[in-house]
């Protein structure tokens, strides 16, 4: 596979990896915007762009968006996350022009009519009323909002109903004009295709969007706190987080190998202990979630009300142990394992691959060579765990419950099992 770089005139980078023994080929382009760069009074804003864009264009309806990219058997679709949306498809080689004019038609020209606006306002608003009545779902959001309390980091991606209900057509082309610019922006393409030719067709359409200057990206710290929602449900839903670590982290990759020994699969400590062992779950794990500036270390559990009193206590201390105790040769070896064979299967599906370059691409200005990451897992020491245990788990908790919850551990009692030492 052979990965190329070019940039533009006016700033905008195009990716390739060409990889001539397959059909297909994987384009999108991706925008370093979302929640995070959202101030509260346009909170969504990003998220209601994405879905608004493929209601149609100056010289494509919005069923010809989808059609176009149907009747050739593609597949087509967004996302918007805290901190970058992402328009992307996967087409036979022979049609990837045909997607990228159809992708770059609707990020750069989407007309946001107000009748169509006026219906996907409410689409919206039912998908942040069923996130809201999922507890498993909406207890994310609600620790990302005691973790970053009163920054945009913490709040959500859909944002509330009440402002996404107010949203006009101009706004959105606000936005658009202040976020979608080449400084925010990369196209990448993996499969079949020439990287020259590649570049021609980006150029074609992208080369009159300006650079722009937006702004940095707002302040992100970590706070901590504690929120408990009661609901009449039959489970207890629990979520303990720390301040994690942001890309940029030297202990990026300790913090991500320390997940995987704590609560990264079945054979992973919390898995064994709570569940297998004692029974008091059907769900537990733990995961990093990595910011430009900050970032999230979480353990989940679903269990009930009357096991929560028990729970509690056994996650505090396997947090202990981890972070007195060497972890096992065997125990870092997996997880070493774990994190190589996920990061190289993902890079064989050309769609996750022009996903990690895209975001790598944002995030550091170059893609990371698979070597040098690979060499990065590898250096990771027995030492680095501890080390990286004690500094996130020293860290004030996040601890957020909704549910059956009565009675639950509180956030005091929660901080003496940790032996947290207030800053």
Same mark, same amino acid.
């Given at each position: 596979? #052979?990965?190329?770089?070019?940039?533009?005139?006016?700033?905008?980078?195009?990716?390739?990896?060409?990889?001539?023994?397959?059909?297909?080929?994987?384009?999108?382009?991706?925008?370093?915007?979302?929640?995070?760069?959202?101030?509260?009074?346009?909170?969504?804003?990003?998220?209601?762009?994405?879905?608004?864009?493929?209601?149609?264009?100056?010289?494509? %309806?919005?069923?010809?968006?989808?059609?176009?990219?149907?009747?050739?058997?593609?597949?087509?679709?967004?996302?918007?996350?805290?901190?970058?949306?992402?328009?992307?498809?996967?087409?036979?080689?022979?049609?990837?022009?045909?997607?990228?004019?159809?992708?770059?038609?609707?990020? $750069?020209?989407?007309?946001?009519?107000?009748?169509?606006?006026?219906?996907?306002?409410?689409?919206?608003?039912?998908?942040?009323?069923?996130?809201?009545?999922?507890?498993?779902?909406?207890?994310?959001?609600?620790?990302?909002?005691?973790?970053?309390? /009163?920054?945009?980091?913490?709040?959500?991606?859909?944002?509330?109903?009440?402002?996404?209900? %107010?949203? &006009?057509?101009?706004?959105?082309?606000?936005?658009?004009?202040?976020?979608?610019? %080449?400084?925010?922006?990369?196209?990448?393409?993996?499969?079949?295709?020439?990287?020259?030719?590649?570049?021609?067709?980006?150029?074609?359409?992208?080369?009159?969007?300006?650079?722009?200057?937006?702004?940095?990206?707002?302040?992100?710290?970590?706070? &901590?706190?504690?929120?408990?929602?009661?609901?009449?449900?039959?489970?207890?839903?629990?979520?303990?987080?720390?301040?994690?670590?942001?890309?940029?982290?030297?202990?990026?990759?300790?913090?991500?190998?320390?997940?995987?020994?704590?609560? /990264?699969?079945?054979?992973?400590?919390? +898995?064994?202990?709570?569940?297998?062992?004692?029974?008091?779950?059907?769900?537990?794990?733990?995961?990093?979630?990595?910011?430009?500036?900050?970032?999230? +270390?979480?353990?989940?559990?679903?269990?009930?009300?009357?096991?929560?009193? #028990?729970?509690?206590?056994?996650?505090?201390?396997?947090?202990?142990?981890?972070?007195? #105790?060497?972890?096992?040769?065997?125990?870092?070896?997996?997880?070493?394992?774990?994190?190589?064979?996920?990061?190289?299967?993902?890079?064989?599906?050309?769609?996750?691959?022009?996903?990690?370059?895209?975001?790598?691409? $944002?995030?550091?200005?170059?893609?990371?060579?698979?070597?040098?990451?690979?060499?990065?897992?590898?250096?990771?020491?027995?030492?680095?765990?501890?080390?990286?245990?004690?500094?996130?788990?020293?860290?004030?908790? %996040?601890?957020?419950?909704?549910?059956?919850?009565?009675?639950?551990?509180?956030?005091?009692?929660?901080?003496?099992?940790?032996?947290?030492?207030?800053?």
């Amino acid at each position: 596979m #052979q990965t190329q770089i070019t940039t533009l005139e006016n700033g905008l980078r195009i990716i390739t990896a060409t990889r001539k023994e397959t059909e297909t080929v994987s384009l999108g382009i991706w925008i370093n915007t979302g929640s995070a760069r959202e101030t509260e009074e346009i909170n969504g804003m990003s998220h209601l762009l994405e879905h608004m864009v493929f209601k149609g264009t100056p010289t494509r %309806t919005s069923f010809q968006i989808d059609a176009e990219i149907e009747d050739a058997g593609g597949q087509s679709n967004a996302y918007t996350a805290r901190e970058i949306t992402s328009f992307y498809a996967k087409m036979l080689k022979a049609d990837a022009e045909l997607a990228l004019d159809v992708l770059s038609d609707i990020v $750069l020209n989407a007309r946001f009519p107000e009748e169509e606006l006026v219906k996907e306002r409410d689409v919206v608003i039912q998908e942040i009323k069923q996130t809201i009545d999922t507890p498993d779902d909406i207890i994310f959001d609600y620790a990302q909002a005691e973790a970053f309390k /009163g920054q945009a980091l913490g709040r959500t991606i859909l944002g509330p109903a009440e402002k996404i209900a %107010t949203y &006009g057509s101009q706004d959105l082309r606000n936005y658009r004009e202040k976020f979608y610019c %080449t400084q925010n922006m990369c196209v990448c393409a993996v499969g079949n295709i020439e990287h020259d030719a590649f570049v021609r067709m980006v150029k074609t359409r992208f080369e009159h969007l300006p650079k722009s200057n937006n702004g940095a990206t707002p302040e992100q710290h970590y706070v &901590g706190g504690c929120y408990a929602e009661e609901r009449d449900i039959e489970q207890a839903h629990v979520l303990l987080a720390f301040e994690g670590v942001s890309y940029h982290d030297k202990d990026y990759y300790s913090a991500a190998i320390l997940s995987a020994i704590l609560g /990264g699969g079945s054979t992973s400590r919390l +898995f064994q202990e709570i569940r297998e062992k004692r029974g008091l779950v059907y769900t537990v794990y733990s995961f990093i979630n990595a910011h430009s500036m900050s970032g999230l +270390f979480g353990i989940y559990a679903g269990t009930t009300r009357q096991e929560l009193q #028990q729970v509690i206590p056994v996650v505090a201390e396997e947090i202990q142990k981890i972070k007195t #105790q060497d972890v096992s040769d065997e125990e870092l070896k997996r997880a070493k394992t774990q994190f190589k064979a996920s990061m190289l299967m993902g890079l064989e599906s050309s769609s996750t691959t022009s996903e990690i370059y895209a975001r790598q691409m $944002l995030v550091f200005n170059r893609i990371i060579p698979t070597e040098e990451m690979v060499a990065k897992i590898e250096a990771v020491s027995k030492e680095d765990i501890k080390r990286i245990a004690c500094r996130i788990f020293e860290s004030k908790p %996040t601890y957020t419950l909704v549910g059956d919850i009565a009675g639950y551990p509180s956030y005091e009692d929660l901080k003496k099992l940790l032996k947290t030492k207030e800053k």
